[in-house]
């Protein structure tokens, strides 16, 4: 039986459609990490969060070593020229940051300001907390201020995380694992690795001059909620590192699985701070890797972003276009 028109079309239209899931495909960049040079005593390194502190100088956390940042210097081409410096944060006591997996940098006055947050999770027991504001220098150690109680503070302020505060990650409780700074509206944004919802995000704004109130609970503001949702997905992905890029204006979303147990891909994503759509970039992630941290940076006209791996590797790469 001959095909009529309408056939023809959606024929058509149907192989139209199979070429483009290809040629996109192909043109996804996929991502592999690089292996640090070293260890952090034997041990790989556990990388989280990571911020720009100077040209082709990078601050990162190790989520096993709450009593330290570790410097990160790379050539244009990604290469290490020195050895990964650890840098002790003076003025922390033994127990008041557990688990930190968030890292974001503030400017003021030409000083540099690194904020470092906890997971706040609970584990075997055990509750992670801390927030902390360390002042950034080219050498020695780094003059911390820890705020007491933050995490009781979000939990009295915040009733659905109250809620699921006591159970471990993998059963829906509470896990932190993104933090940015938005400098427009002095608030940090705190991403949720977990609980999470099927096709959304979500991300809690806390008000605070991070530049210059004093660092205790008392300055915070009313904190509020953000539910954004992941196109085309079903899927419980939780947010594995947020971090603001001053030159486009957006926020870039690390997400992946939101229990150590699922299979949902790392996927990077861009979040404008109002809509309720992320958007993703071309980019896929190598299945070696756990990405849980990335910024964006310019080395002369170039734009690129430094992803680190919670096993113990690195990525640059030129910034990537949407794919939406």
Same mark, same amino acid.
């Given at each position: 039986?001959?095909?009529?028109? =309408?056939?023809?079309?959606? *024929?058509?239209?149907?192989?139209?459609?199979?070429?483009?899931?290809?040629?996109?495909?192909?043109?996804?960049?996929?991502?592999?990490?690089?292996?640090?040079?070293?260890?952090?005593?034997? &041990?790989?390194?556990?990388?989280?969060?990571?911020? @720009?502190?100077?040209?082709?100088?990078?601050?990162? #956390?190790?989520?096993?070593?709450?009593?330290?940042?570790?410097?990160?210097?790379?050539?244009?081409?990604?290469?290490?020229?020195?050895? #990964?410096?650890?840098?002790?944060?003076?003025?922390?006591?033994?127990?008041?940051?557990?688990?930190?997996?968030?890292?974001?940098?503030? !400017?003021?006055?030409?000083?540099?300001?690194?904020?470092?947050?906890?997971?706040?999770?609970?584990?075997?027991?055990?509750?992670?907390?801390?927030?902390?504001?360390?002042?950034?220098?080219?050498?020695?150690?780094? @003059?911390?201020?820890?705020?007491?109680?933050?995490?009781?503070?979000?939990?009295?302020?915040?009733?659905?995380?109250?809620?699921?505060?006591?159970?471990?990650? !993998?059963?829906?409780?509470?896990?932190?694992?993104?933090?940015?700074?938005?400098?427009?509206?002095?608030?940090?944004?705190?991403?949720?690795?977990?609980?999470?919802?099927?096709?959304?995000?979500?991300?809690?704004?806390?008000?605070?001059?991070?530049?210059? &109130?004093?660092?205790?609970?008392?300055?915070?503001?009313?904190?509020?909620?953000?539910?954004?949702?992941?196109?085309?997905?079903?899927?419980?992905?939780?947010?594995?590192?947020?971090?603001?890029?001053? @030159?486009?204006?957006?926020?870039?979303?690390?997400?992946?699985?939101?229990?150590?147990?699922?299979?949902?891909?790392? @996927?990077?994503? &861009? *979040?404008?701070?109002?809509? !309720?759509?992320?958007?993703?970039?071309?980019?896929?992630?190598?299945?070696?890797?756990?990405?849980?941290?990335?910024? &964006?940076?310019?080395?002369? =006209?170039?734009?690129?972003?430094?992803?680190?791996?919670?096993?113990?590797?690195?990525?640059?790469? !030129?910034?990537?276009?949407?794919?939406?």
């Amino acid at each position: 039986m001959p095909l009529g028109k =309408d056939d023809v079309a959606n *024929w058509t239209a149907k192989v139209a459609a199979a070429f483009h899931a290809v040629a996109s495909g192909l043109a996804r960049r996929k991502v592999k990490s690089t292996s640090f040079d070293e260890r952090n005593r034997k &041990a790989p390194f556990n990388a989280s969060g990571v911020a @720009q502190v100077g040209p082709g100088r990078f601050v990162f #956390i190790d989520n096993h070593d709450p009593s330290a940042l570790f410097e990160l210097a790379l050539d244009a081409d990604g290469t290490e020229v020195e050895r #990964i410096s650890r840098r002790p944060m003076a003025g922390v006591a033994e127990g008041q940051l557990r688990d930190p997996e968030g890292l974001t940098r503030v !400017d003021h006055d030409g000083d540099i300001f690194l904020i470092v947050a906890s997971s706040l999770c609970v584990v075997d027991g055990m509750r992670s907390d801390g927030l902390m504001r360390v002042r950034y220098r080219a050498h020695g150690d780094l @003059q911390t201020e820890a705020m007491p109680g933050f995490r009781d503070w979000l939990l009295r302020r915040v009733p659905s995380l109250a809620a699921v505060s006591q159970r471990e990650p !993998d059963a829906g409780g509470l896990n932190v694992e993104g933090l940015a700074w938005d400098p427009n509206t002095r608030t940090l944004l705190f991403g949720l690795r977990g609980p999470a919802d099927a096709g959304s995000v979500t991300v809690i704004r806390v008000p605070v001059d991070a530049r210059v &109130a004093p660092w205790n609970t008392a300055s915070l503001g009313v904190p509020s909620i953000v539910h954004v949702r992941v196109p085309k997905s079903g899927a419980k992905q939780g947010i594995r590192d947020i971090s603001y890029d001053e @030159q486009a204006g957006d926020f870039l979303i690390l997400i992946g699985r939101s229990k150590s147990t699922g299979d949902e891909p790392f @996927q990077l994503c &861009a *979040w404008n701070g109002s809509s !309720d759509d992320l958007q993703f970039f071309d980019v896929t992630f190598h299945r070696s890797m756990k990405p849980e941290g990335v910024v &964006a940076f310019s080395i002369g =006209d170039e734009r690129k972003l430094l992803i680190v791996d919670d096993r113990g590797g690195y990525a640059m790469l !030129d910034y990537p276009a949407g794919d939406q």
